[in-house]
């Protein structure tokens, strides 16, 4: 290290030492962790010089939430991660009190731009403020412009917050760069605001694309725009939201599918759903692969999840597994990247079983596993079937379909926590032309469930002990059903 460190060098310097202690085998097998300390929300995910660059929200020195850095991994193939340094510390005017959530474009000249909110601290008779900051680099070393914060509350328009103003999605398109950025409006609550600029540093205010109006939440943060097969699709993830329709309360993630017209800057809704169904996601992040697949991933918690969460492991937090995104019947629906084959092995097949009552397939448990379980069912006297996973003779994670009333309910009360919050969720899952499919991903302590093709998904961490591996599969008349288990590693 330099006789005089930066705040960074020290940041890099600690992870050098650290990582060394964290042994591989304390990671999930395919779900991004931070090198150590905290993780929340995924930031600059891009495609940049061949490889996926995914940087995160980062508190090196704790498992628990501090100052935010930008930790920093890349990937040939959405699975397997190699750290880089850190790549951003809260160490200018502009972001004294934190580097909070961004992304990231590749500029004309071959540089990675990173846009993101710099946090400036409370003092005497102010409170903390939030405004858009970038940086410039080559993917690994990046430099904060002297312009920074480029963008202002003295840039919007009457209303808006300059206290709640965070979480840019940036996009280079006809030779300018666009981002939608979250603030709270004083009346409208949640808004999405839209900026342009021709070289990333000076920005105007286009117009506001979308807003809660009370509907969904107090606060939107982190927002993602794209289009999608014929769709325009705006994300957010709305704070302290009532439960409603498919909504649960509290914290979650939002899809807003609508038509865009670009030359008036106008975003007409055409429906709002539910992104995730589960128990911990939060603020995912999209990019386009070189293939055209837009691929999304997010943070594997959220606010009110992490409060208090065991820390079991030298980091804190996971990342989701990168989903491919389509839309079909009007949803946005989800499933997981087509990459996850390059860990099938040990692949376990049973054909059309009929079973009554609790039973075991040969072949058929584990902690990690992609594994597809499809019903038909064909005698309208099974009305429930019940899946245990993660299961010993004091755990289990019950996952059961009524088959009868088209929902299903996903259930960790018995995995082991001790916690008072969330624990159960109910989702409609209807059979579909003779069939029901429940696709399942484990990866040590998770789940992602995935309903229906991806039709809709529910995400829960669980804090069962690894050892309960066994699975189970019951009825509560004769039920035909097929299994395929993918074991991975």
Known sequence: MSKNPTPLDRVREFEREQAMKVSADERPLFHLTPL??????????????????LFYQYHPFSRQWGPMHWGHAVSDNLLHWTYMPCAMAPDTAADAGGCFSGSAVEMPDGRLMLVYTGVQPAGTFRRETQAQCVAFGDGKDFEKSLLNPVIRHAHLPEGYSEFDFRDPKVWREDGVYRLVAANRHEEKQGAILLMESEDGLDWHFVAELDASDNEYGRMWECPDFFPLDGEQVLIV??????AREEFHAGYGTVAILGQYDKKE???????????DHGLNFYAPQTVLAPDGRRIMIGWMDNWETCKEAPRR????????????????????????VREIDILWQDTVTHEDVTIQGETTLEGVQGRMLDMTV??????????RFTLHVAKDSK?????QCDLARGE????RSHGGSHRDIAHTRHVKAEVRNGKLTLRLLMDKESIELF??????????LIPTPLSADQITFAADALLCLSVEAHHLG
Request: proline share 8%; aromatic share 12%; hydrophobic share 30%.
């Open 313 to 336: 492991h030298p980091w804190y937090a996971q990342m989701s597994t990168p989903r491919e995104l389509f839309i079909e019947n009007g949803r946005l629906c989800q499933r997981p």
């Open 408 to 411: 299903l309910v996903f259930d």
């Open 395 to 399: 755990h289990y994670v019950q996952i």
């Open 374 to 383: 499809t019903l038909h069912p064909k005698d309208s006297a099974c009305r």
């Open 36 to 53: 150590v300390g905290w993780m929340n929300d995924p930031n600059g995910f891009c495609w940049y010089k061949g490889q996926y660059h």
């Open 265 to 275: 800057h106008r975003f007409v809704r055409d429906s709002v759903q539910p992104v």
């Open 237 to 242: 993830s709305p704070q302290e939201m009532h």
């Open 451 to 460: 309903i229906n093709g991806g039709e809709r998904v529910v995400t829960s």
